[in-house]
């Protein structure tokens, strides 16, 4: 649906967009995650037609974004970090104004009906937009947005601001919308990709760095990998055991604890995973694991470790 090739925006010496490439299939949900400043905003700018690429090219449902602007603009709808209302409208007021600014054709009164009850604001058609709270506001924006039923939809930062029940709204909205669409998240909040997207991006000082599908993201960090296993055993038996495990590269007592049980640091060669031989090795030996948690499995982690290393990277290439 989305197809970007070789995209690049630059001003003067400064790349804030360098030779990215990526494709969104029909249908998917995909978090845009970097950095502020890490050119996130602008590749949703080029993709929208708000701003004009240095070179490369972008495609919308085949069609070049350059070449096709308006067709391209009919199929996106999009909700900039800072939704564009205007508070002295109503809400229907505004949606009806809308409507006409996308020249839409579908039947008015039935389609902002629609919209209203998807968004969920049909209590608040005849308030004025100024008199809303901030989660009310950016439904207003979202319904805006999704006026014309656009294919795409591109959201900017689409919970900044809201509190946590919110926050949760705007997502649960945002997984529903994505039934029907494509949809583009641009965030830095992780919990946010986690929670809605099936897929990942990270950009960082203008370059994609990782592109895996969420449930797949541990695969973009390289090197070893790292447990934290709270075992109750002797440690005098427990320590040499796990160092015996194949692919196990080191392993340490990090804690002691009052019951005889230890916390073990085990850390193993990259793509091999120890934690079944190590299950087996202590149910053979009756050592009951209490805990087992794998560092750098959270978003967080990962998101931290891809950009420290291609900022590593890109450090050692100058």
């Known amino acids: 649906m989305i197809k970007v090739e070789h995209l690049t925006k630059q001003y003067g010496e400064r790349y804030a967009v360098n030779d990215i490439s990526f494709e969104v299939k029909k249908g998917e949900i995909v978090g845009f995650l970097g950095p502020n ?30 070449e096709h602007p308006l067709a391209v603009k009919k199929k996106i709808g999009f909700l900039p970090e800072t939704p564009p209302l205007y508070l ?37 058609m005849n308030r004025m937009i100024r008199n809303l709270s901030k989660g009310y506001r950016q439904r ?7 006026v014309g039923n656009p294919e795409v939809i591109i959201f900017d930062e689409p919970t900044n601001g809201l509190d946590p029940k919110q926050i949760i709204d705007i997502r649960s909205l945002i ?38 599908k969420t449930e797949n993201i541990e695969s973009a960090i390289r090197g070893n990998r790292r447990l934290n296993i709270h075992i109750d055993g002797p440690t005098a038996s427990v320590l040499p055991a796990l160092k015996k495990i194949n692919g196990v590269i080191y392993a340490n007592v990090a804690q002691k604890y009052e019951d005889g ?39 967080e982690d990962i998101f931290i470790s891809v950009v420290d290393e291609a900022e590593a990277q890109a450090a050692s290439e100058k």
């Not at 400043?37 to 004009?52: D, V």
């Open 37 to 66: 400043g890490a050119g996130k905003s602008t590749t949703m700018n080029i993709l929208t037609g708000y701003l004009s690429s240095t070179s490369g090219r972008a495609m919308v449902d085949g069609l070049d974004i350059l």
């Open 140 to 146: 207003v924006g979202i319904a805006g947005a999704i």
């Open 261 to 299: 049980s230890a916390l073990y640091i085990v850390e193993s060669k990259n793509n091999i995973d120890v934690r079944k031989p190590i299950f087996y090795m202590l149910a053979q030996n009756s050592w009951p694991i209490m805990s087992l948690a794998i560092k750098g499995s959270d978003l």
């Open 88 to 124: 002295e409208m109503t809400v229907k007021e505004y949606l009806n104004f809308i409507y006409d600014l996308k020249k839409c054709t579908l039947n008015r009164k039935e389609h902002i009906e629609e919209i209203c009850r998807v968004v969920k604001i049909e209590d608040t």
């Open 175 to 212: 997984r529903e919308l994505g039934k029907e669409r494509t949809i583009i998240l641009s965030t830095h909040i992780l919990s946010e990709v986690k929670a809605v997207c099936d897929r990942i991006l990270i950009i960082n000082e203008g370059k994609i760095v990782a592109d895996e």
